[in-house]
């Protein structure tokens, strides 16, 4: 029994770092422990501004729960987390505990090497460090949550956990672009994917909804949040993935293009006279159904779709449009589909989108139930035809569990996985 085991050390605490956030939730990994393992989710907001605010939710599990909030300015990330540990110590769950058994980190970018959760040392972080020119908005930002919390408790096993890390089985005929090689090699320029700890999670909970393992079924996962993207999973690997170098290919989402032709960005700098970094801009803040229409709210576009608002109605035709030929696409890599499982904000609850995406696909074994894809839950299920050859599931992601589970694992091996699916 090694020393983490003696004390329970069953507490994973997860981290996400934005550049000026701070997402956590503390959860308990101990099986059967409770109905759910989360004890603590919590956001810090505006590091570094005037109006920082910190929103902190215990959750006792009885459904009691009342929320905290903290504002004005919090300096720094390393201030961001000790107002965090206070938080926590004040509901008992101190970051101190020999209960803590690990802080799990959520890495954007891991490259090539890192195909799975990491122990964080020197040379990882080192490595992370070398990833930023490819992953310059996130890597930064994780790095600085990772020494933070290696500051607070530098006993304690940090695990990184990234989010190209389920992508890294995609075959090279997926991964490559199809570029001189010499120079693609040159500048680490290829496809690596995104949001793979939902697309791993995801996939793996629709096989469960399914009855089978990972290895027997064949899915297509669409993640669609703010950020979204698609990926074809065979037999529990990943074989393609709609993002690449960066979270910019792809599905279009709320604030980027998604695939464009790259003669666009030519067109631009030549011809409109844009700089790159107006460029940057346009593609990923100001493109998608925000571009399409000014809003990306997908509510919003349906309220504006019920009124007759035209622009709303074409974004919304985009957007399907566009996932409709990954869908296509996807179905023709993995050869046999068990399942389209949506997933992240657009997925989990917009009943019109997952209509719109599979409409049309009968042929193809998919066909959903109205009445089922209208019913609004937290749990995932199966919206599919009885008869449909194709399952269609809509399940809840949770990276925080994934990234806990993972970090867990790790730390622990001789210790039974944790709370199943
Ligand atoms: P991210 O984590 O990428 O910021 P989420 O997965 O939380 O994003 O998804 C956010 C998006 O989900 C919102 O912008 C909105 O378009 C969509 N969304 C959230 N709730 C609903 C809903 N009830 N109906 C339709 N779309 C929704």
């Known amino acids: 029994m090694n020393a ?5 050390a069953t507490r994973v605490l997860v981290l996400n770092s934005g550049s000026s956030s701070l997402k956590y939730q503390l959860l308990d990994m101990r099986e059967g422990a409770r109905n759910s393992p989360r004890l603590a989710v919590g956001l810090v907001e505006r590091i570094g501004e005037e109006t920082s605010r910190l929103v902190h939710t215990p959750l006792t599990g009885d459904g009691s729960e009342v929320k905290r909030e903290r504002t ?8 961001a987390l ?29 490259g090539l090497r890192f ?9 990882v972080l080192a490595e992370v460090e070398r990833l930023v020119p490819v992953a310059p908005l996130h890597n930064p930002a994780n790095i600085t949550g990772i020494r933070t919390a290696q500051a607070l408790r530098p006993d304690l096993p940090q695990v990184a956990v990234f989010d190209t890390a389920f992508h890294t089985t995609m075959p090279e005929s997926a991964a490559r672009y199809a570029i001189d090689v010499e120079t693609a090699d040159a500048h680490r320029i290829r496809r690596y994917g995104f949001h793979g700890t939902s697309h791993a999670y995801v996939s793996r909970k629709t096989a469960a909804l399914l009855g089978k393992a990972p290895s027997e079924v064949n899915v297509i996962v669409l993640h669609l949040g703010n950020g979204a993207s698609a990926s074809a999973v065979a037999g529990g690997r990943c074989v393609d993935t709609s993002m690449g170098l960066t979270p910019l290919e ?9 695939d464009i ?20 801009e346009l593609l990923n803040k100001k493109s998608g159904l925000v571009g399409l229409c000014g809003d990306n709210d997908m509510r919003e576009i349906a309220r504006r ?24 696409a996807y179905y023709a890599v993995l050869g046999r589909v068990d399942a389209v499982a949506f997933t992240a904000g657009v997925g989990e609850n917009s009943a019109p989108v997952r209509a719109a995406a599979v409409a049309g696909l009968e042929e193809l074994g998919l066909t959903l ?14 919206v599919s035809a009885a008869h449909a050859r194709v399952a269609v599931a809509v399940v809840p992601t949770d990276e925080e569990w994934e990234i806990a589970q993972q970090a867990f694992a790790l730390v622990t091996p001789t210790t039974p996985p944790g709370p199943a699916f």
Not at 72 to 79: E, M, T
């Open 115 to 123: 195909t799975a959760p990491t122990v964080i040392t020197d040379e």
């Open 82 to 110: 000790k107002a965090v540990a206070e938080e926590l110590a004040q509901d008992g769950l101190g970051l101190d505990s020999p209960e803590l058994a690990a802080i799990g980190h959520r890495v954007v970018h891991g």
């Open 369 to 382: 139930d109205p009445e089922l894809n209208t019913v609004r839950s937290d749990e995932a299920r199966l």
């Open 4 to 8: 983490r085991a003696a004390t329970a």
């Open 261 to 280: 032709d790259p003669a666009v960005t030519f067109h631009l700098k030549r011809v409109a006279g844009m700089s790159v970094d107006d460029i940057d």
């Open 72 to 79: 004005g300015p919090i300096a720094d990330h390393a201030s």
């Open 250 to 258: 792809g599905l279009v989402m709320g604030t980027r293009s998604g």
């Open 305 to 328: 779709i019920g009124e007759g608002d035209e622009r709303a109605r074409l974004a919304f035709d985009i957007y399907v449009h566009r996932l409709k030929k990954y869908i296509g």
